[in-house]
């Protein structure tokens, strides 16, 4: 059974930056699109980036420029670089991973970890 795990969350002043990772057990993460989403209390779900099985990106235009998604299949981890945090980026963030490992199109239904909490203070 694939399991992820995020770490990296913190509590960072804005313009600050965090670099959450996301560990995948259980499985390969080379077979998988992975994606990063947040949820806020209130708000809905975010897809706020998408990396295929091949390095391709995706990023939602709340986060364009500001963050980066990585991968390395060898360790079996996603990473997420965010720079100049803003206090809207307050949030839990999670991993996911999806079947469609190219088109990255599915509902990342596959797994999805516990999340990890992002502060950002003005």
């Known amino acids: 059974q694939v399991q992820l795990a995020e770490s990296g969350g913190g509590s960072v002043q804005a313009g600050g930056s965090l670099r959450l990772s996301c560990t995948l057990s259980?499985?390969?993460?080379?077979?998988?699109?992975m994606g990063w989403f947040r949820q806020t209390p209130g708000k809905e779900r975010e897809r706020v980036a998408t990396?295929?099985?091949?390095?391709?990106?995706t990023y939602a235009d709340s986060v364009k420029g500001r963050f980066t998604a990585s991968r390395d299949n060898n360790r079996n981890t996603l990473f997420l670089l965010m720079n100049n945090l803003k206090p809207e980026d307050t949030s839990v963030y999670y991993c996911?991973?999806?079947?469609?490992?190219?088109?990255?199109?599915?509902?990342?239904?596959?797994?999805r970890g516990q999340g990890t909490q992002v502060t950002v203070s003005s």
């Open positions: 259980g499985g390969t993460i080379g077979r998988y699109c």
């Open positions: 996911a991973a999806d079947l469609r490992y190219y088109t990255c199109d599915g509902d990342f239904s596959v797994s």
């Open positions: 990396i295929n099985n091949i390095g391709s990106t």
